[in-house]
Nanobody
């Protein structure tokens, strides 16, 4: 079982940046595709970005393209989400997840990101 812990959230002004981290334990993440998701108040959880096992392939939600960058460091068992040009609509709890073939089996507890306008 993979245990995931997100960090790096906080309060930031619109236009600012944050870097989220997702540290894994108990198992190496090198065997898993990794994803970031978010859930805003009153909304369903939505996909933000994902990255394949070796980091060579990434994909993004339209809302994240050009502003967010997902990356991973398998040696550190950590996945990152660099978020730039943040907007108020990016306010949400951000979750990382690990899985295979797009099916995410392991989830973290989330980190709050609040963007003030």
């Amino acid at each position: 079982q993979v245990q995931l812990v997100e960090s790096g959230g906080g309060l930031v002004q619109a236009g600012g940046s944050l870097r989220l981290s997702c540290a894994a334990s108990r198992r190496t993440i090198s065997n898993y595709g990794m994803g970031w998701f978010r859930q805003a108040p009153g909304k369903e959880r939505e996909f933000v970005a994902d990255i394949n096992l070796n980091g060579g392939i990434t994909s993004y939600a339209d809302s994240a393209k050009g502003r967010f960058i997902i990356s991973r460091d398998n040696a550190k068992n950590t996945v990152y989400l660099q978020m730039n040009s943040l907007k108020s609509e990016d306010t949400a709890v951000y979750y990382c997840a690990a899985g295979s073939y797009g099916l995410y089996k392991y989830w973290g507890h989330g980190t709050q990101v609040t963007v003030s306008s």
